[in-house]
Every structure is written in C-alpha cells, then in structure tokens.
Nanobody
Framework: QVQLVESGGGLVQPGGSLRLSCAAEKIPFSVYTMGWYRQAPEQERELVAV???????NYAESVKGRFTISKDNVKKTMYLEMNNLKPEDTAVYYC?????????WGQGTQVTVYS
C-alpha cells in the first residue's frame, strides 16, 4: 500500500515560516514527479510547486520567491520550505506523487496564517 504522509503544518503569523514534509512509502521515489498542492475553503485544489525526477522545479506565481521545494531520494521525503507566509496561503496542503498513469495523494496538512 503506497503511503504519502505529510507533516509540518500549523498556525503561523503573517511573515512567518513553516516547513512541510512528505514521507513516501512503497514507491520508487526517485522516478516520481513529486508535488505540493493546496486547497482553501470553497476553492479548487491548485498546484503550489512540483519537483521532477531530474530535480527540475516549477512554482505557482503566487509563491515564487517565498517557497522552496526539495527532496531527499535516500530518505524518500519531499519538503516545502515556506517563508514570508501570507493569510492567502491558508489552506490544506497535499503531497502528490505521479509516474506515468500512477497518481497518489497524501491526506493533507493544514496551514493557517493568521494575524
């Protein structure tokens, strides 16, 4: 059973930082395209950042310069470093793993930015 387990969410004030982690089990992690998505209340799920098997990264315009995606193939863990957080970053953040037709999701972790 493939598992993606997110951690690191929480409450933070505007301008603060959080680091999310996604630990993967039972997948050949290094070949997967890994991504972070988020969904705010009454909003559609949106892509935040993605990291290819090659290490190439892409970011949503709204987070460029503030968020950094990375991964450790040995630990089979992906990270999202989030700096200068804004109230509009409040959402449930989901980890995603894709390879060909395979598509897996984590259970999500809540990030709340409040003033």
């Amino acid at each position: 059973q493939v598992q993606l387990v997110e951690s690191g969410g929480g409450l933070v004030q505007p301008g603060g930082s959080l680091r999310l982690s996604c630990a993967a089990e039972k997948i050949p992690f290094s070949v997967y395209t890994m991504g972070w998505y988020r969904q705010a209340p009454e909003q559609e799920r949106e892509l935040v950042a993605v990291i290819m098997s090659s290490g190439t990264t892409n970011y949503a315009e709204s987070v460029k310069g503030r968020f950094t995606i990375s991964k450790d193939n040995v630990k089979k863990t992906m990270y999202l470093e989030m700096n200068n957080l804004k109230p509009e970053d409040t959402a449930v953040y989901y980890c995603n793993a894709q390879f060909l037709s395979l598509d897996y999701w984590g259970q999500g972790t809540q990030v709340t930015v409040y003033s």
